[in-house]
Nanobody, 123 residues
Framework: QVQLVESGGGLVQAGGSLRLTCVAS????????MGWFRQTPGKEREFVAA????????FYADSVKGRFTISRDYAKNTVYLQMNSLKPEDTAVYYC????????????????WGQGTQVTVSS
């Protein structure tokens, strides 16, 4: 098991930037692939970005490609989501997720989640 704690959400104007942070803790935290998802009321949780366990390969939803960047600091067991050129449609609760068997590009079957952090982009 791994524990995940997100931070960095907030209110920003359209075109602005935010950086989300997810700290993973637990004896095997470094062996997990990590991902970011987001959810708005009444909608399913959707994939945003993911990064592999060891080689740092990254994956992005089409809606955020070129604007968001996922990265990780292995020494700190921390994953970041740098969000640039934010749009009002990026407004959501953002969740960090971890999986030690696959890259988390789908929310189905994921068991390790953070508590979420609210991102609000005003127009």
């Amino acid at each position: 098991q791994v524990q995940l704690v997100e931070s960095g959400g907030g209110l920003v104007q359209a075109g602005g930037s935010l950086r989300l942070t997810c700290v993973a803790s637990g004896p095997t935290a470094s062996s997990y692939a990590m991902g970011w998802f987001r959810q708005t009321p009444g909608k399913e949780r959707e994939f945003v970005a993911a990064i592999t366990r060891y080689d740092g390969n990254t994956f992005y939803a089409d809606s955020v490609k070129g604007r968001f960047t996922i990265s990780r600091d292995y020494a700190k067991n921390t994953v970041y989501l740098q969000m640039n050129s934010l749009k009002p449609e990026d407004t959501a609760v953002y969740y960090c997720a971890a999986d030690n068997k696959r890259v988390p590009v789908s929310s189905l079957g994921l068991e390790n989640w953070g508590q979420g952090t609210q991102v609000t982009v005003s127009s």
